[in-house]
């Protein structure tokens, strides 16, 4: 796995298979999720509630590798199967749960991947996790800087086990989830 701390302010989306990187905090990719957000309402709207930003490119001034993580929220769980096939015909790869029980989970490529969809259903923990952690960190913007130096540490020890680098992360935002679930729940 290499490591890259991309000094680019440019629109610069995507990630290559086996590649870490962090991007400097781009407000594009506001405009990017935007974008794809219009796509999946004109396909699969009929079917879900909700689709929000979420991941580190919602965050305000952080660093994040450059990937639009995209939640959807819906009514219930079966509806998110029917979003399968019209999801696979615009070119996203279907991958299952993908670890996470309750989680349907599709990404644009399996080379170099620009967006990853999270459906669950909507107002479910795991969707409100989500959800709480990014709008608790875009309130409290010391606390998120405090999230980009833990990633920006962690990149430089695990560069080849994007494992350790995510379990790395674990304890800093399962803390923060518990304070958002306080101020929010």
């Known amino acids: 796995m290499l490591l890259f701390l991309s000094k680019d302010y440019t629109m610069n989306i995507g990630l290559k298979e086996n590649t870490l990187r962090l991007a400097n905090h781009n407000s594009k990719w506001k405009e990017l999720f935007s974008n ?53 015909n615009i070119g996203y790869i279907y991958k299952g749960e993908c670890g996470v029980p309750g989680r349907l989970f599709f ?13 669950f259903k909507y107002k479910s923990d795991k969707w409100k996790k989500h959800i709480y952690f990014r709008d608790y960190l875009n309130k409290y913007p010391l606390i998120a800087k405090e999230y980009e130096s833990l990633k920006i540490k962690l990149l430089k020890l695990y560069i080849n086990d994007r494992e350790k680098y995510t379990d790395g992360k674990a304890d800093f935002i399962n803390e923060i989830i518990k304070k958002a679930y306080n101020e929010y729940d």
């Open 107 to 119: 990404k644009t490529n399996d080379e170099i991947v620009t967006h990853h969809i999270h459906m």
């Open 36 to 88: 794809e957000k219009l796509k999946l309402e004109n396909i699969i709207g009929n079917y879900i509630i909700t689709i929000d930003h979420i991941g580190s490119t919602s965050i305000n001034g952080i660093k994040a590798k450059p990937i639009i993580d995209i939640c959807i929220g819906l009514n219930n769980f079966d509806d998110g199967k029917k979003c399968i096939e019209p999801l696979v």
